[in-house]
């Protein structure tokens, strides 16, 4: 799943096109470094999941491909060839899209951008979906990163969360996928799962390294208003009172996956060396990025927009001949500095303060040296009076430390 920004909703009349877009990023740097294309099919719901999502009925694909091939071919020329180092197919559920589909998708982002030669194309996979002769004809179409929604390997875990697979599927994607040749995989673990113990997940992370793949997430689960588990007193409940098994459950998995050779780059992500996710690192640093498809986000020359949410409306509003754009957000030089902070601090490269001081104009005053020095005496982060890089125990506070080191508004 990618990464959602934040935005500020606008009226409809104020809907930003994009002539509106490219006024106000006017003199900002507009390369595109990277594509997301948001799926919003699933084969069920999942009672956590608060993304763009639709559950899937076969006869829609054909005319949603033909929305997204549009949206696509309307996109602004803000990518010089060669420019594209990632793109990232997501959802929602790609795999449910036949393999026809999939390639009208990848002809259509290679015809408009002319990626790089070495991009990174990755694509979301259900473990249900995920047969050796689909996978192989995914690297076919030149498909290199894949991601697989494990969750668990506990069917108890996976009834809990309402995932539509077994663990033996599971295992069985993760087999098909190496046997099919991908040598860069990411693997999905989520922990907090209402009603399971916390050891379940620690089983989870141990069988997983047992995999080697080249890269894993974890995810606590999260429960969001909008959400069938939202709406569900009694998970609320389990949830609220699960906060410090939880963070255990995190910092247990990290030493673990630590020790087992995994580098902890980013709160939830941790990889082999140098297998990064590339999508993850482009976003992270601030390069631009386009979105396509319901609810997808963007990130283009100092403006975040997002795509309509809801199918019908995304299709009505291509079909009208205009971007599908519900919101936008033109952000300002305090917004900007904090939420470099913010991207920063998530990763454990950390935040360099010289470089940061000086891209936004922010003085490093001694109220956040001595925040910094506190940090370092609880072990929370580590600190050498230039560069502040929060340990796996700072990451569970990761949005408060940010709070106390952001700008403050005038």
Do not use: K
């Given at each position: 799943?990618?990464?959602?920004?934040?935005?500020?909703?606008?009226?409809?009349?104020?809907?930003?096109?994009a002539d509106t877009a490219e006024r106000l990023s006017r003199g900002a740097d507009s390369t595109v470094r990277a594509l997301y294309v948001h799926i919003p099919f699933c084969h069920s719901?999942?009672?956590?999941?608060?993304?763009?999502?639709?559950?899937?009925?076969?006869?829609?694909?054909?005319?949603?491909?033909?929305?997204?091939?549009?949206?696509?071919?309307?996109?602004?020329?803000?990518?010089?060839?060669?420019?594209?180092?990632?793109?990232?197919?997501?959802?929602?559920?790609?795999?449910?899209?036949?393999?026809?589909?999939?390639?009208?998708?990848?002809?259509?982002?290679?015809?408009?951008?002319?990626?790089?030669?070495?991009?990174?194309?990755?694509?979301?996979?259900?473990?249900?979906?995920?047969?050796?002769?689909?996978?192989?004809?995914?690297?076919?179409?030149?498909?290199?990163?894949?991601?697989?929604?494990?969750?668990?390997?506990?069917?108890?875990?996976?009834?809990?969360?309402?995932?539509?697979?077994?663990?033996?599927?599971?295992?069985?994607?993760?087999?098909?996928?190496?046997?099919?040749?991908?040598?860069?995989?990411?693997?999905?673990?989520?922990?907090?799962?209402?009603?399971?113990?916390?050891?379940?997940?620690?089983?989870?992370?141990?069988?997983?390294?047992?995999?080697?793949?080249?890269?894993?997430?974890?995810?606590?689960?999260?429960?969001?208003?909008?959400?069938?588990?939202?709406?569900?007193?009694?998970?609320?409940?389990?949830?609220?009172?699960?906060?410090?098994?939880?963070?255990?459950?995190?910092?247990?998995?990290?030493?673990?996956?630590?020790?087992?050779?995994?580098?902890?780059?980013?709160?939830?992500?941790?990889?082999?060396?140098?297998?990064?996710?590339?999508?993850?690192?482009?976003?992270?640093?601030?390069?631009?990025?386009?979105?396509?498809?319901?609810?997808?986000?963007?990130?283009?020359?100092?403006?975040?927009?997002?795509?309509?949410?809801?199918?019908?409306?995304?299709?009505?509003?291509?079909?009208?001949?205009?971007?599908?754009?519900?919101?936008?957000?033109?952000?300002?030089?305090?917004?900007?500095?904090?939420?470099?902070?913010?991207?920063?601090?998530?990763?454990?490269?950390?935040?360099?303060?010289?470089?940061?001081?000086?891209?936004?104009?922010?003085?490093?005053?001694?109220?956040?040296?001595?925040?910094?020095?506190?940090?370092?005496?609880?072990?929370?982060?580590?600190?050498?009076?230039?560069?502040?890089?929060?340990?796996?125990?700072?990451?569970?506070?990761?949005?408060?430390?940010?709070?106390?080191?952001?700008?403050?508004?005038?």
């Amino acid at each position: 799943m990618h990464i959602p920004d934040r935005t500020i909703p606008v009226p409809a009349a104020a809907r930003p096109g994009a002539d509106t877009a490219e006024r106000l990023s006017r003199g900002a740097d507009s390369t595109v470094r990277a594509l997301y294309v948001h799926i919003p099919f699933c084969h069920s719901i999942c009672p956590f999941c608060a993304f763009a999502v639709h559950g899937n009925r076969p006869r829609l694909h054909g005319p949603f491909v033909d929305s997204l091939i549009r949206e696509i071919s309307m996109a602004a020329p803000v990518s010089e060839p060669g420019a594209v180092e990632s793109i990232y197919i997501g959802g929602g559920t790609p795999s449910t899209l036949a393999l026809a589909h999939l390639e009208r998708i990848l002809r259509a982002l290679s015809d408009r951008f002319r990626p790089a030669a070495d991009v990174e194309i990755a694509l979301e996979v259900n473990p249900e979906d995920g047969t050796r002769v689909y996978l192989g004809a995914l690297r076919g179409l030149g498909v290199n990163r894949m991601s697989l929604g494990v969750q668990s390997l506990e069917d108890a875990t996976l009834r809990a969360l309402g995932r539509g697979h077994s663990a033996l599927q599971a295992e069985s994607a993760y087999a098909a996928s190496v046997a099919a040749g991908f040598d860069n995989v990411n693997v999905d673990l989520m922990f907090g799962a209402p009603g399971i113990e916390p050891d379940a997940f620690r089983h989870d992370v141990a069988r997983v390294a047992e995999w080697r793949p080249a890269h894993v997430s974890l995810y606590g689960l999260d429960i969001e208003e909008r959400t069938l588990f939202g709406r569900n007193a009694a998970v609320r409940a389990w949830s609220a009172s699960q906060r410090d098994l939880q963070a255990g459950q995190y910092l247990v998995a990290a030493d673990a996956l630590a020790a087992a050779g995994y580098e902890h780059y980013e709160v939830s992500n941790f990889c082999q060396p140098g297998r990064q996710g590339r999508q993850n690192l482009r976003v992270w640093s601030g390069a631009a990025y386009l979105g396509f498809g319901p609810g997808a986000h963007s990130w283009i020359g100092g403006v975040r927009r997002a795509n309509e949410r809801h199918l019908a409306a995304y299709a009505r509003r291509i079909a009208q001949g205009e971007p599908p754009v519900a919101f936008a957000e033109a952000v300002d030089a305090r917004q900007a500095a904090n939420e470099r902070l913010m991207l920063d601090l998530r990763q454990r490269s950390g935040l360099d303060v010289a470089a940061w001081c000086a891209r936004h104009g922010v003085p490093w005053d001694a109220c956040r040296t001595a925040i910094c020095t506190e940090l370092a005496q609880r072990a929370l982060a580590t600190w050498d009076g230039t560069r502040l890089s929060l340990t796996a125990r700072g990451m569970l506070l990761a949005d408060e430390i940010t709070e106390r080191l952001m700008v403050a508004p005038e």
